[in-house]
């Protein structure tokens, strides 16, 4: 072993064992010291020394291989044991590198791959022999050289690439590629392309070199003119990539290069000219083919044909393309007329898709003449309008023209017209020249006319053999016209004196049959000026106006004519005398009795006592008629075998008529129109009627002109029946649809023949009235307590 001093330090020193003869790594230091910081007998410390790394040649045949050996200090005091830990030792991969724990060799187990493992970063130990560390652990770094060892791959299997046709020298066409795994920063990884043969299809259609590329980059390019689809449309090339710059290995591949079509070629039509047929009126139905080549590549963008049609102002024809032929197909997009013109004579143009190509020859654009020719037919009448639309007032005149020239037919057949629908039978129709008239006045308010709508069908039929026929709609739009006056109500009512100012009048309305604006707001006016004077019309609303008194006015009747006009235009207006009672009213608002009677007096001319001595006699009468009826009920006549008390029978009611709800079944129909107001015929007169034969009112819940139920007409045979024929015939005037309201008196006209009672002249001849005992009235109830204190004895 030989000692060598390598520092100026008296106490540093590098010692370098003997071994064999280095190769690789003979710049690597034989024996390391990276342990050595102190300076022995100074007190300062010196710089760590740093280590250079560890260089190791891969895919080396001399395994193993003593790489470095290290030594720490304390080797001179005592034994020391060295280890090895990090990647290649005990870390993945593992049992790359040793170390020699008595000597400090480091070494290498097996050859290393650069393209595995660039380097390894390891750290080295110094223990006692009993585990104690004596130095720090220090990094060892080991890089692996790089060998030409792989050889350069292309990235694909086979390279694409596509040039248009009749491209210029210098065009690019594609860039292909290689990678090698060794060391890119050493010229093993520096790569050189080149084409080694070229092959075109069809074989042998192209004999020069057409592409070049560039060794450096991989660009491939053309090299030569010449590339014409139409002779040649794809090339394979040989290539080849090296490494060392191209003195190194070597591998192959392959590049497909396509000849892309450019438009050069316009398409031409074969033959250019073409005979055609088509019906008239048939529309939608293709006529036949037009034939157009294009030498392009077929399916190509550049072979798709475009036609258009010159010489069709009128647009009845259209073409277009069947993309899997090319050819044109000619169809009718508009109904042809023979009569109007047979024959048509199109110029058809054909072009592609895309524009010419600049590199084209000259070629001029193609066409081919297309004549067609019209088939005529038995065609059916048509109109000039459907629907046909007309407007005309409600209250047009019978025989109006309504249409005229409505239809025609195209073969100038005879023709005949019918109206096939008319649900309210206004119209008729020439059945030769196809005018239409009303037959008489239009009813807007018919159920057939919708929204001022009244729809008819017309129908035309030409009189050819087999004759075919059209239908249209007849839309007569009707306006409203003033037709009726309007119907002041009510005729008569009362004015209660005795309410407040404001709540003084009598409210009045009118009715009107016809619609708006020919109806409503209403006017309401004073007829007579001197009425004027005391009485006036106040509006409340556009349908309704108070009547009013201007002055106080005495209990009475008054007549009062009013005149009410519409809004129609023109306007109408009916004059109406309204009968008003003035009196002081009751809570129904109607007169009492007693006002009641003394009008009634007045307006007959009889005196207040003259009606003071009629009541006092109608009271005398009263007291007659209880006398007899206490005789009648004491021989039976008026209860005959029943053993009930007449004052059991005797019921008082406050039920004065239906009042309010009566008014939707049996009110009387004061907004009917005056000549609404006189009843059938068949009702006048009427047993129950209780009107005279001028004024019947009519029930609303059924239809009169019915025939009436059967009345009792033969008196009871026992006087108990008399309840059975009261209530027999009150149900036969309920269910008379000709009858009145049920709170309309019954008036019987029939009296019946006889009476089994006798005279009521001789039962008040039996006796005087100092003869009656009437102490009976007690036990008839309060109502009769005063009867019974008048003639009660003492």
């Not at 740093?50 to 001399?62: A, G, H, L």
């Not at 049992?95 to 660039?118: A, C, H, M, N």
């Not at 005229?404 to 023709?415: E, Q």
């Not at 196809?434 to 018919?446: H, V």
Request: with cysteine; proline share 8%.
């Amino acid at each position: 072993m030989l000692s060598i001093k390598t520092l100026t330090h008296p106490y540093t020193c590098l010692q370098v064992l003997s071994s064999p003869p280095p190769r690789q790594h003979d710049l690597n230091p034989a024996v390391l010291y990276p342990w050595r910081q102190k300076t022995p007998g100074l007190g300062r410390m010196k710089r760590d020394w740093i280590i250079p790394p560890i260089r190791v040649s891969e895919n080396s045949k001399q395994v193993p291989e003593n790489l470095v050996q290290i030594k720490s200090d304390k080797v001179f005091t005592g034994e020391v044991i060295y280890k090895l830990e990090g990647p290649g030792v005990d870390q993945e991969p593992k049992d790359l590198f040793e170390i020699d724990d008595k000597t400090g060799w480091i070494k290498s187990k097996i050859p290393l791959d650069r393209e595995k493992y660039k380097s390894f970063t390891l750290k080295a130990f110094a223990l006692s022999p009993s585990g104690e560390r004596l130095e720090n652990p220090t990094t060892i770094e080991i890089y692996v050289l790089d060998q030409n060892d792989n050889r350069p791959i292309f990235t694909q299997e086979e390279f694409i690439g596509a040039v248009p046709e009749f491209s210029i020298p210098g065009t690019s066409v594609l860039t292909i590629s290689a990678v090698d795994a060794d060391d890119p920063s050493t010229d093993n990884a520096v790569l050189s392309y080149s084409i080694k043969a070229q092959e075109s299809f069809p074989p042998f259609s192209i004999n020069k070199t057409m592409f070049g590329i560039n060794n450096e980059t991989g660009v491939i390019y053309t090299r030569d003119v010449g590339l014409d689809r139409d002779v040649v449309q794809s090339f394979q090339l040989s290539l080849e990539v090296a490494d060392m710059s191209g003195l190194g290995l070597t591998s192959t591949g392959r590049a497909t290069i396509y000849i892309t079509d450019i438009n050069n070629h316009a398409p031409q039509f074969q033959p250019t000219t073409y005979n055609m047929f088509a019906m008239e009126n048939k529309v939608g139905l293709d006529l036949g083919r037009v034939n157009a080549t294009d030498k392009d590549q077929r399916n190509g963008e550049n072979w798709r044909i475009v036609y258009s049609i010159r010489g069709d102002a009128s647009g009845n024809f259209a073409v277009r393309t069947d993309r899997a032929t090319n050819q044109g197909i000619i169809s009718v997009v508009k109904p042809l007329d023979y009569e109007s013109k047979s024959e048509y004579q199109l110029t058809v143009i054909a072009e592609n898709e895309v524009p010419l190509s600049t590199k084209a020859p000259y070629e001029q654009t193609s066409t081919a003449t297309v004549t067609i020719r019209v088939l005529n037919e038995n065609e059916a009448p048509r109109f000039y309008r459907n629907p046909i639309q007309v407007s005309f007032p409600e209250s047009t005149a019978p025989d109006t023209v309504l249409a005229s020239d409505i239809a025609h037919d195209p073969d100038n057949a005879k023709l005949k017209f019918e109206i096939t629908h008319d649900p309210e039978r206004w119209l008729r129709i020439n059945r030769d020249t196809g005018e239409i008239i009303a037959r008489r006045t239009f009813n807007i308010r018919s159920p057939y006319v919708k929204n001022n709508k009244y729809t008819a069908l017309v129908k035309v039929t030409d009189l050819d053999a087999g004759g075919t026929s059209a239908t249209a709609s007849l839309e007569i739009t009707l306006w409203a016209t003033n037709d009726f006056p309007p119907v002041l109500v009510p005729l008569s009512g009362t004015v209660c004196s005795d309410r407040e100012p404001g709540r003084l009048g009598l409210l009045l309305t009118a009715m009107d049959n016809d619609l708006s604006p020919h109806a409503d707001p209403f006017s309401f006016e004073m007829a007579d000026a001197d009425m004027a004077a005391n009485w006036t019309i106040i509006p409340l609303n556009e349908s309704h106006a108070m009547l009013q008194p201007l002055i106080d006015i005495g209990w009475g009747e008054f007549s009062i004519p009013i005149t009410v006009s519409d809004s129609g235009s023109p306007a109408r207006s009916s004059n109406a005398l309204v009968n008003v009672t003035v009196c002081p009213c009751d809570r129904a608002g109607q007169c009492t009795a007693f006002t009641a009677a003394a009008i009634f007096g007045s307006k007959v001319g009889i005196s207040f006592i003259a009606l003071m001595i009629i009541m006092a006699s109608a009271a005398l009468l009263l007291r007659k008629y209880t006398r007899v009826s206490f005789e009648l009920h004491s021989w039976g006549l008026l209860v005959g075998e029943s053993d009930d008390d007449v004052r059991d029978n005797v019921f008082n009611y406050d039920e004065q008529g239906g009042g309010e709800e009566d008014e939707n079944a049996f009110n009387i129909d004061l907004l009917r129109t005056p000549s609404d107001m006189v009843p059938p015929p068949e009702t006048v007169g009427q047993p129950g009627s209780g009107l005279p034969k001028h004024n019947q009112p009519l029930r609303k819940d059924a239809p009169y002109n019915l025939p009436s139920p059967r009345y009792p007409r033969k008196r009871p045979a026992n006087p108990t029946d008399i309840e059975d024929f009261i209530n027999d015939g009150l149900d036969a005037a309920d269910n008379d649809p000709n009858m009145p309201p049920y709170d309309t008196a019954l008036i019987y006209d029939y009296e019946g023949d006889g009476s089994l009672a006798g005279s009521l002249s001789s039962i008040a001849s039996m006796g005087s009235e100092e003869d009656q005992d009437y102490d009976y009235l007690n036990d008839w109830g309060p109502r009769f307590k005063k009867l019974a204190n008048m003639y009660a004895s003492d």
